[in-house]
């Protein structure tokens, strides 16, 4: 009878030891949303990398609290999708956030709106996120890990940043400019129509200036202009590409179209030159002259 005994607590132990443990609670929607393939290396981090033991909700809950305010009250988000490859300003679409996974460290977006057409989006594309609240704005790039399909539409489940916070829009700031400083800019439209402007005022990544006429049929906003160049001061020449960021028509006192746009490929010694510049000329027009 001990030697049954002791072989049947053998064949438990095997038996107990060969059914499959299931995951702990927390683990499971993760597990099912991350469908990416991994390496040795990937497969045997996983745990630590998205369950670390000394993991506090209370501050991951306090470091994501912008996009959990933004998914309580379904908040409209802005998504690009980057193409480091491609010329044209990426498409914009609008997106809201299903849900936040902090232990897993992802958030799920509902589908693109409108529908992406021509556009293939697939796992590993870098997604731009934005929102702009009171003059401020909220914005991080994150990676596709996982798509899903809810009654045939798509959800997009994305890392969550390391950080996510507001900031001012303009991070440098604008110098008006009166007729005591004029500045002539040589421009050429998304279709390399030459055009002169007049600067109406000027920061270290952008301006906004004034093209005489109605020439809102050749403007888009996010088009490239493939030659933005000025002179300040006599001898600093800027030469650039410049993104339209704004535009509208204005009748009076004379027919002009405003445009405000981005320096775009402005290398950074000659951008500070230009911050150096204005700092001047807001110090001492004189000098800067």
């Not at 270290?204 to 300040?232: D, H, K, T, Y």
Request: charged share 20%; aromatic share 8%; with cysteine.
């Amino acid at each position: 009878m001990t030697i049954l005994h002791a072989v049947l607590q053998k064949l438990t132990r095997k038996s107990k030891s060969e059914s499959p443990t299931p995951p702990p609670t927390g683990e499971k929607a993760f597990e099912i949303l991350d469908s990416r393939p991994k390496s040795s290396k990937e497969a045997g981090s996983s745990q630590a990398a998205f369950l670390p033991e000394n993991l506090n909700l209370a501050e991951l809950t306090q470091r994501y609290s912008p996009l959990i305010a933004l998914q309580a009250k379904r908040q409209l988000l802005e998504v690009s999708i980057y193409d480091a490859g491609s010329l044209r300003a990426p498409t914009c679409y609008q997106s809201i956030i299903l849900d936040i996974n902090l232990q897993g460290r992802y958030l799920l977006l509902d589908e693109l709106f409108p529908s992406p057409e021509g556009q293939t989006i697939n796992l590993g594309d870098l997604l731009i996120i934005r929102h702009h609240r009171q003059g401020r704005l909220l914005s991080f790039s994150t990676r596709i890990i996982h798509i899903s399909y809810s009654h045939g539409s798509p959800c997009y489940a994305v890392e969550l940043p390391e950080e996510v916070g507001y900031r001012q829009r303009r991070i440098y700031p604008r110098m008006e400019l009166g007729n005591q400083q004029p500045l002539t800019v040589r421009l050429k439209s998304p279709w390399k129509t030459p055009w002169f402007a007049t600067a109406h005022n000027l920061s270290a990544g952008g301006m906004r200036l004034s093209v005489g006429g109605n020439i809102l049929e050749q403007l888009n906003r996010g088009s490239i202009m493939p030659q933005c160049e000025f002179r300040l001061g006599g001898d600093l020449i800027v030469s650039c590409q410049a993104r339209i960021k704004g535009f509208k028509f204005v009748g009076r006192p004379y027919r002009h179209t405003r445009i405000s746009v981005e320096f775009i490929g402005l290398n950074p010694q000659r951008r500070l030159q230009v911050q150096q510049y204005i700092n001047a000329l807001l110090h001492d027009p004189v000098i800067a002259a």
